[in-house]
């Protein structure tokens, strides 16, 4: 099989992250990327749900999908991410002209399932969450991002439940990565140019497998010669730890900032909010 695909995405760097993996999987069926979506074979759009109106910016890009494709064979078209896992079957049922729909944790499933696609014309979804299986299957694919600048998830998925975020029900619970995945992901990432490590997750100051924690993790990626720079993003004022505050100190390839959202100064709205920290211990 030899066919282009086009992968647009929406949200956040995570989004980005996946976008990168999912071409690295689909590759090995075949699948090309195209930056021209009016020459793809499958158009695939990975969502977000964070943001208000998410759901219908998707069937609004699909009706643009439409009109592009009107006077040429029709694309396979995925959505994968967020709003996939949110909505799944009802997308299907909403909008004929959708193929697929994948969530965020069902990525090592999407070869099987455009293959099964192609063989049989079923719409097909998969939302499970299993980011073991999810993770474990893209340790063995190659991340070619090839940036000087490269996204690396370590952990997925919320137990916070805030009142205002979807994050729970569209990536599951929190689960970390095991160490040497992700050290063998970075290594891989730095013999191929990359000089800067952006460590992703929903909560990725609560990075936590055996007895590691994101401070060890940061102090294992130093030790990779040709990294310069190493980031991450977004963390939860709860997890903030000593150790992690420690890091800032004696590592000399940490950056100097941290993204540490507080949501509000009122303890009041904190707690209706379920953020489980007050202002008070923002401020230690």
């Known amino acids: 099989m030899n066919q282009k695909i086009f992968i647009k995405t929406f949200g956040c760097q995570m989004n980005e992250y996946d976008s990168n993996r999912i071409y690295d999987s689909v590759k090995k069926i075949g699948f090309q990327k195209t930056e021209k979506y009016e020459e793809a074979n499958c158009y695939l759009l990975n969502t977000c749900h964070i943001r208000d109106k998410a759901k219908e910016k998707v069937y609004h890009e699909i009706g643009r999908v439409k009109k592009i494709f009107r006077s040429k064979q029709k694309p396979l078209v995925i959505i994968a991410g967020c709003v996939a896992q949110a909505e799944n079957q009802e997308m299907l049922k909403r ?19 455009i293959l099964n696609h192609i063989e049989k014309k079923k719409k097909i979804e998969e939302t499970e969450f299993d980011a073991i299986s999810k993770f474990d299957y893209l340790n063995k694919i190659n991340n070619d991002s090839g940036k000087i600048s490269s996204f690396l998830t370590i952990q997925e998925g919320c137990d916070k439940f805030c009142h205002f975020c979807v994050v729970p029900y569209t990536r ?6 095991p160490l040497e995945q992700i050290l063998d992901e970075a290594k891989y990432l730095a013999d191929n140019g990359a000089q800067e490590i952006v460590l992703l997750g929903q909560n990725v100051n609560a990075y936590s497998y055996e007895q590691n924690k994101l401070s060890n993790l940061i102090f294992e990626i130093e030790k990779i010669p040709q990294i310069k720079r190493i980031r991450y993003t977004t963390s939860h004022p709860k997890d903030m730890s000593d150790d992690l505050i420690e890091v800032y100190k004696s590592s000399k390839k940490l950056m100097p900032l941290v993204h540490l959202p507080v949501q509000s100064g009122s303890n ?9 920290h007050t202002i008070s211990e923002y401020h230690k």
């Open 268 to 276: 009041k709205i904190l707690e209706r909010m379920n953020r489980k």
């Open 95 to 113: 909008e004929p002209y959708i193929d697929l729909v994948i969530g965020p944790q069902s990525y090592h499933k999407i070869n099987d399932t």
């Open 172 to 177: 599951g619970p929190e689960y970390s990565r």
